[in-house]
């Protein structure tokens, strides 16, 4: 071989070949050395110091070392490693559980969202709905009717243009009131009859002037004072009275709580009459005033009917509307 061919690193080294040192017995197999130390049993040292300058043979090669390890099996009947299927199942339940509950109050959300807007538009509607323009009462006061008994019938103002606005509250109501000043006039004529004026004056508190819860009806509205007069026809009297408030809403609550009636007013020295309930009587509003008559007989008996008495409580009521519309002016 020629020089520079050495033997790959790894590989076995020959063994150094004796030199020429003198006849000696050949090593069988045609000059060849031994084997190299890989192959069989180790051979015996031969005894002799190694000659310098020649290589020494490197440790035997391992090609089981040189090769990567082949891949390990489990030994046979030995138990592979399953998944947990169970909790695997367990996390997927908790996920579901978290998406339905979200899914569960977003539509929430929106359904409130949904109800708002329906309210909303519903509420929009309704104003939408309302007249423009509102609707306004009768300008003329009906007109009580007479009662065949013990209960009273009522009436009202009415309101919008109603001409007796400014009796509505006592800041512009201001004239006086007294008998003289609400009834003048000494003789009337109703229904035909000639009724001449026997008594008048003014109660305070006014449930003094009252019968059959009345009293307590007035007083629930801060009346002020009632004011009577009576008028009389032979053996038929009429009382007339006038409750007096600060404004037209206490009056109009007073109607419609009505009850019992206002007491007959008999001039000094004549027979009582209609101190108690059972006369016929009639009751209605005007402005901040609550007017009212009590009907019955002049003779001696307390409440005894008088058919010219009831027949005339209308035109009694009449009279002291217009005898209170005269204020409007006066005030």
Not at 48 to 60: D, I, L, M, T
Not at 203 to 212: E, L, M, N, R, S
Not at 291 to 298: D, H
Request: hydrophobic share 30%.
């Amino acid at each position: 071989m020629s020089e520079g061919n050495q033997t790959p690193a790894g590989w076995p080294q020959q063994p150094a070949q004796p030199g020429p040192a003198g006849p000696g017995p050949s090593a069988p197999g045609g000059g060849f050395g031994p084997p190299p130390a890989s192959y069989g049993p180790p051979q015996p040292s031969s005894g002799r110091p190694p000659v310098p300058g020649q290589q020494q043979a490197g440790p035997p090669w391992n090609a089981a070392a040189q090769q990567p390890a082949p891949p390990s099996f489990a030994a046979p009947g030995a138990e592979l490693e399953r998944p947990d299927w169970e909790a695997m199942a367990d996390a997927q339940e908790v996920q579901a559980r978290k998406r339905t509950r979200v899914r569960v109050a977003v539509w929430s959300l929106v359904g409130l969202v949904l109800v708002g807007g329906v309210v909303a538009t519903a509420v929009v509607l309704t104003k939408e709905k309302k007249p423009s323009h509102p609707v306004t009462q009768p300008t003329s006061p009906a007109s009580p009717v007479t009662s065949a008994g013990p209960k009273p019938t009522a009436s009202t103002g009415g309101g919008g243009d109603d001409p007796s606005k400014p009796l509505w509250d006592a800041a512009t109501d201001s004239a006086p009131i007294t008998p003289d000043s609400l009834f003048p006039e000494q003789t009337v004529t109703v229904n035909g009859a000639t009724w001449t004026k026997t008594a008048g004056t003014v109660t305070q508190p006014c449930w003094d002037a009252t019968t059959g819860g009345l009293g307590a009806v007035l007083g629930d509205q801060a009346c002020r004072q009632v004011v009577r007069v009576t008028y009389v026809s032979g053996n038929s009297a009429v009382t007339l009275g006038i409750a007096v408030f600060d404004h037209k809403i206490q009056a109009d609550n007073s109607l419609k709580n009505y009850k019992g009636n206002i007491m007959g007013l008999s001039a000094q020295g004549s027979p009582q009459f209609c101190i108690t309930v059972g006369c016929t009587n009639t009751h209605g509003t005007l402005g901040r005033y609550g007017y009212m008559t009590v009907e019955g007989s002049a003779k001696p008996g307390g409440t005894a009917p008088d058919g010219n008495a009831t027949a005339a409580a209308s035109g009694f009521d009449d009279y002291m509307k217009k005898r209170l519309m005269t204020r409007v002016k006066s005030s």
